[in-house]
């Protein structure tokens, strides 16, 4: 199956700062999802993007499929964007990642 | 409209018992997932409804296991005779179609403890 790698496995920054996770995929994919699972555990779709760039607020993700890797930006952090940031791409299953824990300190 | 929903919420059982985990998809979707998500092993493919295909149960992890979904809907999770590497948060979603254009949606997830 498709391994996945995401950098950096963990990230602590302050309220206000900007941050780029990296999701990095073996094989080519037919679609990626961008999550974020909350500290109660739900995971909230953030991103379906198999190639291109979106931009949702003050999140935008870009996926490079020719190069097997994704990039999810945030912008001007807040607090409630704390919890992991889980990429998936999927060839026949969704595969997931090992997560990025982002902390936002106030 | 509503979500993925999952019930029960929390679910602590004793080695050795039966256990039924329910997911109920949004309505219309077709196509229905469950992963497992452990400390040891991340987020992990279950198994997989489509319509009125087979379902693809390529992800259980032993004959333990097994789910049902009635009527295109609901889908039944079970694991017979559970063990302490059981303990896990189950995560059930639902997607419009099947194939991979779709987006998939996740329901909050069951925790299970096995004692």
């Known amino acids: 199956g498709i391994q996945v790698e995401q950098s950096p496995p963990d990230l602590i920054l302050q309220e206000g700062a900007n941050s780029t996770l990296r999701c990095n995929f073996s094989d080519s994919v037919n679609n990626l999802q961008w999550f974020h699972q909350n500290p109660w555990g739900q995971l909230i779709n953030l991103f379906y993007?198999?190639?291109g760039t979106k931009q949702n607020g003050r999140l935008s993700a870009t996926t490079v499929a020719t190069e097997r890797y994704s990039l999810l930006y945030i912008s001007s952090s807040q607090t409630t964007d704390s919890g992991v940031y889980f990429c998936?791409?999927?060839?026949?299953?969704?595969?997931f990642g090992t997560g990025t824990r982002l902390t936002i300190i106030p | 409209g509503a979500g993925v929903s999952q019930s029960p919420s929390n679910k602590v059982t004793e080695k050795g018992k039966d256990v039924e985990l329910r997911c109920d998809p949004i309505s219309g979707h077709t196509a229905l997932y469950w992963y497992r998500q452990s400390l040891g092993q991340g987020l992990e493919f279950l198994i997989y409804f489509q319509g009125n295909s087979a379902p693809d149960k390529s992800g259980l992890p032993s004959d333990r296991f097994s789910a049902e979904r009635t009527g295109g809907s609901v889908s039944t999770l079970t694991i017979q005779r559970t063990q302490q590497e059981d303990s896990a948060v189950y995560l059930c979603?639902?997607?419009?179609?099947?194939?991979?254009?779709?987006?998939?949606?996740f329901g909050p997830g069951t925790r299970l403890t096995v004692t």
């Open positions: 979603a639902s997607s419009l179609g099947g194939g991979a254009i779709y987006e998939q949606y």
């Open positions: 998936a791409p999927r060839r026949e299953k969704l595969t």
């Open positions: 993007i198999p190639s």
